[in-house]
């Protein structure tokens, strides 16, 4: 617990008190500080009468950023398998020497770069467990590279972030895919059900940068909020800048090239025909089904997945965004 003098701060979906010296932007979910307006309003007096008088407080905050801690950030559980490569060093931030192993693998041998490099980010960021099916793939982070181990996962209990609240807060105002999904949809059945958005080839959300891994110029591509309402499956190399939420389980295959955050309610599955350039500059972002306990329900990533991870993906997905009104309290005068 702390001090009446203790910070509050906003990560999007609720208020966090924090200790008086702690910075919110520090916090995961990454937050912002809350700021507590006070109006006081007074009409005219009539003759001998005064006029009345009320005072309204206002609890008010900017959204922050919804920069995810890993390349990888799901609380279901982990399977990874085939080939993949998972990079936690900043794409943003970070300039690294590097040199290939045998298998292609890229090991950094000068980071960070003079201390500007962002190294904070884990391989992986999980609410569950994490398994390997196969050795051809690699992970690299400033904490190690051992994709089963502590060293470059990091498993977090409670699961820090609201999936539901966060597809409700950032669908609003997004562009509808527009395909035909069919079923029924019970989120909080268990097990819970989708609706089914079918197979999608060859989409574009948006405008993919072409400048990468160099980070692309403002004006140099285009970024779109995607709302797609039930589980897809994406084949043929999917493109796009911005968030893409699925409501539902999301499967890739054939490939993808995204420049930003993927949002997914249920299960992920990244399966084959990815190649060996990165397809993810940013984060995918991950909840759990209800029954997910067991390995069967997990996300999987593999098929030859390059993921890395980057800030500048991210931290401007809110940008232009006035400040959002959480609480209005009048107080008595």
């Known amino acids: 617990s702390f001090s009446n003098d203790s910070k509050v701060c906003w990560n999007g979906t609720q208020e966090i008190a924090v200790a008086p010296t702690q910075d919110c932007t520090t916090i995961i979910p990454m937050a912002e500080p809350v700021w507590l307006l006070t109006s006081l309003a007074i009409t005219s007096k009539v003759g001998n009468n005064p006029g009345s008088r009320r005072m309204v407080q206002t609890e008010v905050a900017l959204n922050p950023p919804l920069i995810a801690p890993a390349p990888i950030s799901t609380q279901a559980p982990v399977q990874l398998q085939g080939s993949f490569i998972l990079d936690a060093y900043d794409n943003c931030s970070c300039t690294c020497a590097s040199t290939p192993d045998k298998q292609g693998n890229v090991t950094y041998t000068d980071c960070p770069n003079n201390g500007k490099c962002n190294t904070t980010a884990h391989a992986i960021y999980t609410g569950g467990s994490v398994s390997v099916n196969g050795g051809a793939g690699s992970t690299t982070s400033s904490f190690g590279t051992d994709p089963t181990g502590n060293a470059s996962v990091q498993n977090v209990n409670p699961w820090p972030y609201n999936i539901n609240d966060l597809i409700t807060q950032y669908k609003a105002g997004a562009q509808t895919a527009p395909y035909t999904c069919t079923g029924t949809q019970s989120f909080f059945s268990t097990p819970p059900t989708y609706l089914n958005c079918g197979t999608q080839s060859s989409q574009n959300f948006g405008t993919y940068p072409s400048t990468l891994p160099l980070e692309p110029a403002a004006g140099t591509f285009t970024s779109v909020t995607e709302y797609i309402p039930g589980s897809v499956k994406l084949t043929s190399a999917a493109t796009g ?11 890739v295959n054939g490939g993808l090239n995204w420049y930003g955050l993927i949002l997914v309610r249920g299960k992920v599955s990244f399966t084959g025909g ?33 993921f890395h991870w980057d800030v500048c993906a991210m931290k401007n997905l809110n940008s232009g965004r006035p400040p959002r009104m959480l609480a209005t309290h009048e107080l008595a005068y």
């Open 274 to 306: 990815a190649g060996q350039n990165v397809n993810l500059y940013g984060s995918v972002l991950a909840g759990q089904d209800v029954n997910a306990t067991d390995q069967s329900q997990s996300d999987n990533f593999g098929g030859s997945i390059n």
């Open 241 to 251: 800048s911005g968030i893409l939420i699925v409501d539902g389980d999301l499967e």
